[in-house]
């Protein structure tokens, strides 16, 4: 691990502390604004408003903060992180800092001159979402005219100025026909890697879940047809295949094991173990404003509640699999509790934040 900041949020840490492994990836959630509605959107349901978000000062001092600490990756996400103006500014204090960087971007605000300074910059990977193939689809789930044709037109762009490019593509009831579309569609615009994610069923998934979720037979479907695609498509295309957890045979491990290897920053500064786990009851997060990450990273109560095995109760503490799946993510194993109140609301999940 690196030295600790010399700022002045640094503090001294005991020479043994909870966790001595640094993050690997730091999500830096600039904004809650977007220009999308997507009714799966996993921003939580009480979006933060602009006047709450960190300054340019704030975030530069969070990405040379996580070089110091270890962090290697940065992934510039949202809302829309485009909707910054000072998107520039924040990607150059993460470059400064030895990071890679990931933009993760609807893409729908950006022109080619934006992303040109942004690759001069350093930039080094856009992950790029997209909600179908078919126009008319992608445009209805995502509440906005023209941006299945506007999404394709970025792909292009990414792949003139050399960045690596990953697609993303939230798979539900809505578009699961469209599986093998997605992933020829991956090939066409020259991606490296495809992200097939069933969405999680919380914050705004949880709330219209009743017009999204697939039949299990569907979801077999889906994991069949990937199965063959990563054979078929090996050295030309990367499928990672995220499985919905209702449908999981096994609780998969949250975000790799609480407190294990991300960190998740939100648009006002508080810090969370995933991006999820304001869904849970009675947690107190830090806020990087008080707090230097190193510190919250090593000793902040959140991130050492569920971290490790010492906190699990029966079945889970006697479980051989304790060790592999870590208890589960605790956001979806509270979600069920909550169900009663899920109901069908198609769409307005980014639009309070404006």
């Known amino acids: 691990m690196n030295e600790m900041s010399t700022s002045s949020h640094a503090v001294e840490l005991e020479a043994t502390p909870v966790c001595a492994r640094a993050p690997v990836g730091l999500l830096a959630e600039l904004t809650h604004r977007c220009p999308l509605q997507c009714p799966y959107c996993s921003n939580p349901l009480e979006l933060e408003r602009v006047n709450t978000e960190l300054s340019t000062e704030d975030w530069c001092r969070v990405m040379r903060e996580a070089g110091e ?3 290697l990756q940065v992934h510039l996400s949202g809302g829309e992180p485009t909707a ?20 993760i971007t609807a893409g729908v605000l950006l022109n080619k001159g934006r992303l040109q300074g942004l690759a001069d910059i350093g930039l080094d990977h856009v992950q790029l979402s997209i909600q179908d193939v078919d126009a008319e689809n992608a445009d209805r789930i995502a509440a906005y005219k023209g941006g299945a044709a506007k999404k394709h037109q970025v792909a292009g762009w990414v792949k003139d100025l050399g960045l690596a490019l990953t697609i993303n593509a939230p798979l539900h009831r809505q578009n699961i026909a469209s599986l093998p579309k997605i992933i020829d569609y991956a090939v066409e615009v020259g ?25 299990e037979e569907e979801f077999l479907d ?7 695609a990563q054979e078929r498509l090996k050295g030309i295309l990367v499928i990672d295949f995220v499985v919905p957890d209702y449908y999981a045979k096994y609780p998969k491990p949250c975000m790799g094991g609480w407190g294990r290897g991300i960190m998740n920053v939100t648009p006002s500064g508080r810090v969370l173990p995933c991006h999820a786990a304001e869904s849970l009851p ?22 050492n509640l569920y971290r490790g095995t010492d906190w699990m109760k029966e079945p889970c503490k006697s479980c051989p699999r304790k060790e592999i799946d870590f ?14 109140a899920s109901y069908n609301t198609w769409g307005t999940a980014c639009s309070a934040a404006r």
């Open 69 to 71: 600490l270890g962090v």
């Open 84 to 103: 910054r103006k000072d998107l520039e500014e924040i990607i150059k204090a993460a470059v400064d800092a030895g990071l890679y960087t990931n933009l």
């Open 191 to 215: 991606a490296g890697r495809l992200e097939v994610a069933h969405i999680q069923y919380y914050a705004w998934a949880l709330k219209n879940r009743a017009a999204l979720m697939p039949t």
């Open 222 to 228: 889906t994991a069949r047809y990937v199965k063959a």
């Open 282 to 303: 009675g947690l107190a997060f830090d806020n990087i404003k008080d707090k230097g990450l190193r510190e919250i990273w090593l000793e902040g109560e959140a991130f």
């Open 327 to 340: 208890g589960g993510c605790r956001c979806q194993a509270l979600a069920p509790s909550t169900m009663a």
